[in-house]
């Protein structure tokens, strides 16, 4: 499952806690219509970043896990500094600050240096670093390069800097991501960010897929 819809699983154990209801793996996956077994590979996930608590086939929400559903239908922005801590707890982040310690890398290099000696689904370096970007343990600059929050957006380069005056060059523009800028993608409702974001999973799943 995407980040998207990971957080939608957790928006629903919340709404089905709220209603009564038992909250039950086959709940779960009927009102977000996936699998049980996609519920609970992503459950694992989502315990390991402390939004939910393990459980036999009944799944329950951490105290920062419901604050963050509780918040993310509302102000995405307050449910992002509630997964902070969360994020900047979990394995990925420490490898990530590892991986970006000279400086910024382009998204889809830091996703393969994630996954390594993870399961083969070459999404899932993709989904850390959204998880991480979303979580507010980096951050994503209009290039689409991945680095640390307070680190220089720019690559780290071993050229060092020319002192000389150079033939003035024309800036390069932001890069575009399905025919939007980062500026335009962070300005999109809710409801479009998380469509927009379904959209580059599935262009990236097609992209990553083995040749027939």
């Given amino acids: ?11 629903a154990l919340a709404e089905l806690r ?7 793996r086959a709940a779960v996956a009927a009102r977000i219509g996936k699998s049980p077994d996609t519920v609970s590979e992503s459950m694992a996930f989502l315990g390991e970043v402390g939004l939910t608590e393990p459980g036999r086939g009944k799944y329950t929400l951490t105290h920062q896990g419901r604050a963050f559903a509780e918040a993310w239908p509302r102000d995405t922005a307050q449910a992002r500094l509630v997964l902070r801590p969360l994020m900047q707890a979990h394995w990925s982040a420490a490898a990530a600050a590892k991986c970006l310690s000279d400086g910024a ?3 889809e290099e830091l996703a393969r240096l994630l996954r390594t000696g993870l399961s083969r689904n070459p999404m899932r370096g993709v989904y ?6 979303i979580g507010l343990a980096v951050e ?13 957006s720019q690559p780290g380069s071993a050229e060092p800097p020319r002192t000389e005056p150079e033939t003035e060059a024309e800036e390069p523009g932001p890069a575009f991501l399905l025919g939007l800028t980062l500026r335009e993608i962070q300005e999109l409702p809710d409801a479009r960010y998380v469509a927009f974001l379904e959209g580059v999973l ?11």
Avoid: C, N
């Avoid at 799943?205 to 040749?211: D, I, N, S």
């Fill in 105 to 107: 890398r382009p998204q």
């Fill in 1 to 11: 499952m995407s980040p998207a819809q990971q957080i939608r699983l957790v928006v």
């Fill in 128 to 133: 850390l670093v959204e998880w991480l970007v």
């Fill in 18 to 24: 709220t209603e009564g209801a038992e909250v039950t």
């Fill in 140 to 152: 994503r600059d209009d290039r689409l390069h991945i680095h640390l929050p307070g680190q220089a």
């Fill in 202 to 212: 599935q262009t990236l799943r097609g992209a990553l897929a083995p040749a027939a």
